[in-house]
């Protein structure tokens, strides 16, 4: 496969046009795919406080996960682990696996991984599919800051939104109620000030915002 500089260059732009995590996501497997001999590719959300760690949240239309579900969480554990990039070669099923960490967030930790399955793949086409996870994951650094609060470091009602829906999918592809796993606590804490106004004017919005996050 020729891959030449300028359809490396139009796939970044392609990902760097994105503003939401989903389509940034779906913009980074289109552009594997396009560009590498990767026949089904994965991007997973990880976890390491929930049940399951792992959670995808973009897969090319072919990907059948359960089929090889071992192959794949060995892969993907060893990433973590390590937090390097992994890439295994089977000689009897003649495939290549690369997983790839995705860290971001306040303290830089792994929060995704990106995962490509190939018949093989050359040290140029891990290169690259390495680069573009490195695009992704400074981009996805980007829209993480512009998701939460700049003063209070909390989520935007949006985001919360789509965190709590994944929450709730861990929960369904486990088959249990999300009250029933007593080492995990999951918490949804609403204030209602009263007279906010009042207290707004007379101490001002930062002080106020100061005051609710001690």
């Known amino acids: 496969m020729t891959v030449t500089s300028i359809d490396v260059l139009d796939s970044v732009v392609d990902i ?4 939401e995590s989903d389509t940034i996501s ?17 991007v997973l959300d990880y976890n390491a406080e929930s049940s399951p760690e792992f959670m995808v949240v973009a897969c090319s239309d072919i990907f059948l996960y359960e089929e090889e579900k071992d192959a794949i969480e060995r892969v993907l554990r060893t ?4 937090g390097e990039n992994v890439v295994e070669y089977s ?34 086409e891990v290169q690259l599919i390495e680069g573009l996870a490195k695009i992704y994951e400074n981009y996805q650094k980007i829209i993480s800051a512009s998701e939460r609060d700049g003063l209070t470091g909390l989520y935007n009602r949006k985001v919360l939104t ?7 999918d861990r929960f369904l592809i486990q088959g249990a109620s999300i009250t029933d ?14 007279h906010f106004k009042k207290i707004n004017d007379a101490l001002g919005m930062c002080s ?6 001690w």
């Open 181 to 194: 796993d007593p080492t995990h606590h999951h918490w949804v804490c609403i204030f209602d000030i009263d």
């Open 91 to 124: 000689k009897e099923e003649n495939q290549s696996l690369l997983a790839v960490p995705i860290r971001y967030g306040e303290k830089d930790e792994i929060h995704a991984v990106v995962f490509c399955k190939a018949d093989e793949l050359k040290g140029d």
């Open 26 to 42: 779906e913009s980074l497997i289109t552009t594997v795919l396009q560009l590498t001999p990767a026949n089904q590719v994965l």
């Open 208 to 213: 106020v915002m100061k005051s609710s996050c």
């Open 79 to 82: 990433c973590i682990v390590t």
């Open 162 to 168: 789509s965190k709590i829906d994944m929450l709730l």
């Open 16 to 19: 760097t046009a994105q503003t």
